[in-house]
């Protein structure tokens, strides 16, 4: 029996399967990566992907893969701003949503 490799973070993940890809391989990463919260790791998969794209030429179309992932690692430094910011003022985050949310559900 072969031996199991140690599981890997996504973002690593990702980047050795696009080395590995067909054209046909990449259009369903392309999408697995748009559909998928990747929370570290974009630059990494940005320059990965650019790369292995590149390799097809004008045969390839990019859905709007490094764009999702643009967003995403701005959604994600807002995130993490968020919850330090959050931290230093001594309440979570969510506490002063359920706060909005019960006074809206009172006016």
Known sequence: M??????????????????EASIADTRCLG??????????????????????????????????????LLEQQGETAIDEAVKESSKSLGFAVND???FSRRERERA
Do not use: C
């Open 31 to 68: 999408w697995l990566i748009m559909a998928t919260k990747i929370p570290k790791g974009h630059t990494q998969i940005i320059g990965a992907w650019n790369m292995h794209i590149s390799r097809f030429g004008a045969d390839y179309t990019d859905p709007g893969v490094e764009a999702s």
């Open 96 to 98: 002063l949503m359920e």
């Open 2 to 19: 072969a031996e199991a490799q140690a599981r890997k973070p996504f973002h690593e993940s990702i980047i050795d399967a696009l080395a």
